[in-house]
Structures are given as C-alpha cells and as structure tokens.
C-alpha cells in the first residue's frame, strides 16, 4: 500500500495505470487502512471510488466483504458533486453495519 500511495503522490490520481483495474484505494479499502485511504483522497484519489477493477468491484465492496469498520465504509463511499453521499447508499451501509 505505501508504495502505491507514493506512486499516486508522485504521478497524480490520473496518471497511474492500475493492473487488472485494482487501484489504490482498492487495495486501502481491502485493507481497511483508514490513514491510507484519507492519504490517497486527499491526494485526488476520490474519483476512484466509483472504479470497478476486473472483477467488477468497488473499494466499497472490498472493505464490505472483509467486513471492516464504518469509518472505513464510510471513506469509501462515492460522493456526488458537494462532497455529500450518493442516495441511499449511506443509510444502506448503516443497517448493515449495525446488523453484524
């Protein structure tokens, strides 16, 4: 993870060729790396949260399935243009969350 993160601060979020599609933030969020993942969307990272890798998966979902911490999930949530969550989404996460 530091390595890729140190490849995203030299080269920018854009100017990086991910294997498979498996960013960054995929490998944070699979991780459950909080400092990682506020490091990566503070370097312009964030419009990777949408980004699906090869086997058509989120960060989101990554972190989901390793069943990690809200406060992981909810870095990894995808933003709409005021910084706000997308609908619904954080209110599905919530429950979820809360049911384990």
Do not use: C
């Not at 390595?3 to 699979?30: C, M, N, Y």
């Not at 090869?54 to 910084?83: C, F, N, R």
């Amino acid at each position: 993870l530091q390595r890729a993160i140190e490849v995203v601060l030299d080269r920018g979020w854009s100017g990086v060729q991910w294997p498979k599609d498996f960013t960054a933030l995929h490998l944070a969020g699979s991780l459950g790396s909080v400092p990682g993942l506020k490091l990566l969307l503070q370097a312009t990272a964030t419009p990777g949260l949408n980004a699906r890798d090869v086997s058509d998966k989120t960060a989101l979902e990554y972190a989901m399935d390793k069943g990690h911490p809200w406060e992981v999930l909810e870095l990894l949530q995808p933003k709409d243009i005021t910084g706000t969550f997308q609908t619904g989404k954080s209110v599905e996460m919530r429950a979820m969350v809360a049911d384990d």
